[in-house]
């Protein structure tokens, strides 16, 4: 079975903030690497102060599920001091998939 189900979180980094959220993003691998239900997250670097996370699921319990789990828990906690806004979270629906599931 591919994945079916996707989100992708903008995130966009304070001023003087964009090294310290790149090193938070790099530094959440281990704790989404606990998440079964993940099949896969990226980590990305758009520009120096614009960054994003993408991520899929096999249904809609594993994405609710890490909505609600460390990483979620983690940026929250962070985000009054690394963000220059709310991240914006998208879901996504993949119409096509390359690679393993």
Do not use: C
Not at 39 to 55: E, N, Q, R, S
Not at 66 to 81: F, Q, R, S
């Amino acid at each position: 079975m591919s994945k079916k189900l996707a989100l992708y979180v903008r995130l966009h980094a304070k001023l003087g903030k964009e090294a310290a959220l790149e090193a938070f993003l790099k530094s959440a691998l281990p704790l989404v690497e606990n998440e079964p239900e993940t099949a896969t997250w990226y980590a990305l670097k758009f520009g120096p102060a614009t960054f994003g996370i993408f991520d899929t699921f096999m249904d809609e319990h594993g994405r609710q599920a890490h909505l609600t789990g460390k990483i979620a828990e983690a940026l929250m906690a962070n985000a009054a001091d690394l963000l220059a806004e709310m991240p914006v979270i998208e879901t996504v629906d993949l119409l096509a998939v390359k690679g393993q599931a």
